[in-house]
């Protein structure tokens, strides 16, 4: 888990999701527009909140 | 709606808001590990007295030496500004695992909050040229930042400063609920 993050979990976008497979490549999975709103509007509702951030740092001993 | 400055000075100023500016929870070490825990607030506005910053900033960045750091400042008081429409219903600081107490906005409490008749909040509604949508000041939350980082900090992240009748108000509202007195 990185700490660092905003946000400390996968995303969860609710229990149905909108994913458009392309028609040129099938290979590529294209989110829909709706779903990127969603996300970005997700993203934008978290940080406009205060949020905590945790930094851990390992002290390396200076031997020189 | 009040009036803010948008024009940036590079001395700290009361009345100044500043994005994304940092809390120091606390830092510990143990076993080889240091461990730092911030807070990060969207928005928070400049409370300390402005002849206190204007003497601090002569102390340290004017040319002219002065004989002693007399009147050198640790650090800045600083409130946060919360999203109204999640104070509203509490969630302001659900990220950080706090749930708070709600108000009905379209209520008397509501109103009280708006008119700035409560104590312990200021709302502020900024004009359309300033990016932040209608907020509340919790005075309760208040906290202290270095003033060097915060000088650093003004460089990329001043939204504005709110103009002169205005941040008095803050100001002035801000001493009433320090020093409020609770009578049995």
Redesign the interface.
């Known amino acids: 888990m990185n700490n660092d993050s905003?946000f400390s979990s996968e995303y969860d976008i609710g229990e149905t999701t909108d994913i458009k497979v392309s028609q040129e490549s099938r290979d590529k999975t294209i989110i829909s527009d709706g779903i990127r709103k969603l996300i970005e509007d997700d993203i934008q509702y978290?940080?406009?909140?205060?949020?905590?951030?945790?930094?851990?740092?390992?002290?390396i001993d200076d031997k020189s | 709606m009040i009036k803010v400055k948008i024009g940036k000075q590079a001395k700290i100023s009361q009345g100044d808001v500043y994005k994304d500016t940092?809390f120091l929870?606390y830092a510990i070490?143990k076993n080889?590990?240091?461990?730092?825990?911030?807070?990060?607030?969207?928005y928070v506005v400049v409370l300390t007295q402005d002849c206190d910053l204007n003497q601090d900033y002569t102390v340290r960045w004017s040319r002219n030496t002065t004989s002693n750091q007399d009147k050198k400042l640790f650090s800045v008081i600083v409130a946060?500004l919360?999203?109204v429409e999640?104070f509203y219903v509490g969630?302001?600081?659900?990220?950080?695992n706090m749930s708070m107490m709600k108000i009905n906005k379209k209520k008397t409490d509501g109103k009280k909050l708006r008119q700035n008749k409560t104590p312990r909040y200021h709302f502020l509604e900024f004009p359309e040229k300033v990016p932040i949508i209608p907020s509340v000041i919790d005075f309760k939350h208040y906290f202290t930042v270095n003033v060097e980082y915060l000088k650093k900090h003004k460089r990329e992240n001043f939204v504005c400063q709110l103009s002169a009748l205005y941040r008095e108000d803050v100001s002035q509202r801000f001493c009433s609920f320090l020093s409020r007195i609770a009578l049995p």
Do not use: T
């Open positions: 905003p978290k940080l406009s909140k205060p949020r905590r951030k945790i930094i851990r740092a390992k002290i | 940092e929870e070490e080889g590990i240091v461990e730092f825990s911030k807070i990060v607030f969207p946060p919360y999203n999640h969630e302001h600081l659900s990220e950080l």
